[in-house]
């Protein structure tokens, strides 16, 4: 079973004047379309999960990825020569609390 995009339980210009029917519109239908259509396409032909709930689909991925991080340092954003290869990297590189 796919996952479908939901309707909006509220009209679109229901957030109006803190939010625009048109930006609802393109969050709600296509950003947040896009996200069901990806994950839709990720799980296809997938042993396991298909018709698995959001919850084990998010943890299958989780799962996952933990075992791509054990074997590839650099895949999860650090570098094994750093010296803090267990403190997550900030956008410049450097190690997060490092304070340089």
């Given at each position: 079973?796919?996952?479908?995009?939901?309707?909006?339980?509220?009209?679109?210009?229901?957030?109006?004047?803190?939010?625009?029917?048109?930006?609802?519109?393109?969050?709600?239908?296509?950003?947040h379309?896009?996200?069901v259509?990806?994950?839709?396409?990720?799980?296809?032909?997938?042993?396991?999960?298909?018709?698995?709930?959001?919850?084990?689909?998010?943890?299958?991925?989780?799962?996952?990825?933990?075992?791509?991080?054990?074997?590839?340092?650099?895949?999860?954003?650090?570098?094994?020569?750093?010296?803090?290869?267990?403190?997550?990297?900030?956008?410049?590189?450097?190690?997060?609390?490092?304070?340089?």
């Open positions: 079973m796919a996952f479908r995009l939901p309707n909006l339980p509220f009209a679109g210009d229901a957030l109006a004047p803190h939010m625009s029917a048109e930006t609802l519109e393109f969050h709600h239908g296509k950003h379309a896009a996200y259509k990806k994950t839709n396409e990720m799980i296809e032909g997938k042993q396991g999960l298909s018709g698995a709930s959001l919850t084990d689909v998010v943890r299958s991925a989780g799962s996952r990825a933990r075992q791509n991080c054990s074997t590839t340092a650099r895949s999860c954003g650090t570098t094994a020569s750093s010296g803090s290869a267990s403190r997550p990297r900030t956008a410049r590189g450097r190690a997060a609390g490092s304070g340089r």
